[in-house]
């Protein structure tokens, strides 16, 4: 048979020892702050929604590249990236590959994007821009500020063609296309 443990509950009106007693204010009881006291993020915010959400200040985009906030020379926004890609992409299927060759609805999509890649290639290998960056103002350049060389634009050809590196980014807005690259996307 099991013994029953005693209680630990105190019968009612009975005191605790002095040692477990809160202490008492002996002076007048300030008046309580009706102030929200700062709180602290929540654990999933400081995971989910990265460093910045826990209120870390990681400064601006192009900050660690020696890069301006604003205006010419500073990184590429996200909006003005996704533009430029997509008309160079539809001039890449439509004009050329449909228009110019002749190629069935079907095969559009390889051709085009064979046209894509040699045109990303030429043109940036050579003006630093393509025609759709040119539309929305930006180019591609080293992280000197130089015309990317060769083997960079072939990196970053390929892999912006494979999309998922180009869908992943940093805190300086450079995908992994552009990091194994060694470049970075910039306002004109």
Not at 102 to 124: C, I
Request: aromatic residues 6%; hydrophobic residues 40%.
């Amino acid at each position: 048979m099991k013994q029953r443990q005693p209680s630990k509950r105190r019968p009612a009106g009975q005191q605790p020892p002095k040692n477990q007693r809160k202490p008492q204010s002996s002076g007048p009881r300030e008046p309580q702050q009706s102030e929200p006291q700062p709180r602290e993020p929540r654990w999933t915010q400081t995971w989910l929604g990265g460093t910045r959400s826990a209120g870390v200040d990681l400064g601006y985009p192009g900050e660690r590249l020696g890069l301006p906030r604003e205006g010419s020379g500073a990184v590429a926004g996200f909006g003005r990236r996704i533009g430029a890609i997509l008309v160079d992409w539809l001039i890449s299927t439509w004009a050329i590959a449909q228009g110019v060759f002749q190629v069935s609805t079907q095969d559009a999509s390889w051709v085009g994007m064979a046209v894509f890649a040699g045109a990303y290639v030429l043109l940036v290998g050579t003006l630093g821009m393509t025609l759709g960056m040119r539309l929305f103002r930006i180019r591609i350049a080293a992280l000197d500020g130089s015309q990317p060389n060769l083997l960079s634009v072939l990196v970053r050809t390929f892999l912006l063609c494979l999309a998922v590196p180009a869908l992943i980014w940093d805190r300086d807005q450079r995908g992994l296309h552009d990091r194994a690259a060694g470049t970075v996307a910039v306002r004109l």
